[in-house]
C-alpha cells in the first residue's frame, strides 16, 4: 500500500489520524503521519488492516442494500454524531466500528437508499 493508498483508506473510513495510529497502527500519530508522507513505508499488517476494514465495509453495505431491496417503502440509517452516542447504542462495539458505521451511513444517504436519523 502507497502512502497515497493509506491516506485514502483513512478519509474513506472516517478516521482522524489519532484515530488510526492508535486503533489500526498502534503507534503514535507522528508514526502515522510519516507513513502518509511516505517518509516510511506502510507496514504490511497496517495495509493488511485497512484492507479488511474496507471488506468489513463493503460486506454491511451489500447486507443493508439487500434488506433495502425487500422492504416496501421509505427506511432511515442511524447516524451517530459522537462516539458517546455510538457506544450507548452498541455497546459491544468500539470507535473503529462506530467510525465504519458513520462511513457506511453517509455512503447509503449519498446513494440515495437511506435516510439519515
Given at each position: 500500500m502507497t502512502n497515497v493508498e493509506l491516506q485514502a483508506y483513512r478519509r474513506f473510513l472516517m478516521l482522524k489520524i489519532s484515530e488510526a495510529s492508535q486503533y489500526v497502527g498502534k503507534t503514535e500519530p507522528s508514526v502515522w503521519r510519516e507513513w502518509e508522507q511516505g517518509s516510511q513505508p506502510v507496514p504490511e499488517f497496517v495495509a493488511n488492516a485497512m484492507n479488511e476494514l474496507?471488506?468489513?465495509?463493503?460486506?454491511?453495505?451489500?447486507?443493508i442494500i439487500n434488506g433495502i431491496n425487500d422492504r416496501v417503502g421509505s427506511?432511515?440509517?442511524?447516524?451517530?454524531?459522537?462516539?458517546?452516542?455510538?457506544?450507548?447504542?452498541?455497546?459491544?462495539?468500539?470507535?473503529?466500528?462506530?467510525?465504519?458505521?458513520?462511513?457506511?451511513?453517509?455512503?447509503?444517504y449519498f446513494?440515495?437508499?437511506?435516510?439519515l436519523c
Open positions: 474496507k471488506r468489513q465495509r463493503n460486506d454491511k453495505i451489500n447486507i427506511s432511515s440509517i442511524r447516524y451517530f454524531m459522537t462516539y458517546e452516542e455510538f457506544h450507548k447504542m452498541n455497546p459491544n462495539l468500539d470507535l473503529i466500528q462506530w467510525r465504519l458505521h458513520q462511513s457506511i451511513a453517509t455512503e447509503l446513494r440515495g437508499l437511506e435516510k
